[in-house]
C-alpha cells in the first residue's frame, strides 16, 4: 500500500522559505511511472495545484507561484520536497502531497506568521 | 487559467436519494476532468477520472458524464458515509478545481 507523510516547521515568518518534504513508502518513487505532486487548501482560495515533478526530473508549476516554487526529488531517500519562497500570510494553507491523482498524505498545516 | 464553476454549493439529500452535482469549465477540458471527495479532516479522494471512469474502490453507485465543457456527478443511492464536500478537477491544461460541493443530510 501506497503511502506519503509531509513533513516540516507549521510556522514560518513572512519573507521566508517554506520547506516540505514528502516522505513516500510502499513504491520506491524511482521506479514508479506516476509523477509526484504538491496541492495546498486554504479556506480563502480552496484546493489550488503547485506542481508537480516526474521521476526524470521534469517538472510544472503553477503559472501563478512559477516564480516563487521549486520542487525536487530525492530517490535515495524515496522522498520529494517543497521550497515556496517569499511567503505571506496568502500562503498559509493545508499542504498535501499526492502519487498523480491516486494517494494522497494527510496533509500539513503551515501557517505564515511573525 | 481554465475556471471550473460547480453547482449548487450545497445539496441537502436524503439517504437512498439520488445525488447530481454539476461542473463547468471555462473552456473545453476534452475528458480529462476528475472528481474528488473530501471529508472534514481528511486528504481528498480520487472519485473518477477521465470524466466517467472510476478509481480503484469506487462503488458503482457513484458515476461521472460529460464532456467538453459540462460534467455531472451522481450518485445513485446516497449512503450515510457519502456526506462530504465534492470537488471537480480538470487536467487538461495545468490542474484546476472547482469551488466544491456540499452534499449535506436534508
Known amino acids: 500500500q501506497v503511502q506519503l507523510r509531509e513533513s516540516g516547521p507549521g510556522l514560518v515568518k513572512p519573507s521566508q522559505t517554506l520547506s516540505l518534504t514528502c516522505a513516500v513508502s510502499?513504491?520506491?518513487?524511482?521506479?514508479?511511472?506516476?509523477?509526484w505532486t504538491w496541492i495546498r487548501q486554504s479556506a480563502g482560495k480552496g484546493l489550488e495545484w503547485i506542481g508537480r515533478?516526474?521521476?526524470?526530473?521534469?517538472?510544472n508549476y503553477n503559472p501563478s507561484l512559477k516564480s516563487r516554487v521549486t520542487i525536487s526529488i530525492d530517490t535515495s531517500k524515496n522522498h520529494f520536497s517543497l521550497k515556496l519562497s517569499s511567503v505571506t500570510a496568502a500562503d498559509t494553507a493545508v499542504y498535501y502531497c499526492?502519487?498523480?491523482?491516486?494517494?494522497w498524505g494527510q496533509g500539513i498545516l503551515v501557517t505564515v506568521s511573525s | 487559467e481554465i475556471v471550473m464553476t460547480q453547482s449548487p454549493a450545497t445539496l441537502s439529500v436524503s439517504p437512498g436519494e439520488r445525488a447530481t452535482l454539476s461542473c463547468r469549465a471555462s473552456?473545453?477540458?476534452?475528458?480529462?476532468l476528475a472528481w474528488y471527495q473530501q471529508k472534514p479532516g481528511q486528504a481528498p479522494r480520487l472519485l473518477i477520472y477521465?470524466?466517467?471512469t472510476r478509481a480503484t474502490g469506487i462503488p458503482d453507485r457513484f458515476s461521472g458524464s460529460g464532456s467538453g465543457t459540462e460534467f455531472t456527478l451522481t450518485i445513485s443511492s446516497l449512503q450515510s458515509e457519502d456526506f462530504a464536500v465534492y470537488y471537480c478537477?480538470?487536467?487538461?491544461?495545468?490542474?484546476?478545481f472547482g469551488q466544491g460541493t456540499k452534499v449535506e443530510s436534508k
Open positions: 478537477q480538470q487536467y487538461d491544461d495545468w490542474p484546476t
Open positions: 473552456q473545453s477540458v476534452s475528458s480529462n
Open positions: 477521465g470524466a466517467s
Open positions: 499526492s502519487r498523480g491523482p491516486w494517494d
Open positions: 515533478i516526474y521521476t526524470s526530473g521534469t517538472t
Open positions: 510502499g513504491v520506491s518513487i524511482s521506479s514508479s511511472d506516476s509523477y
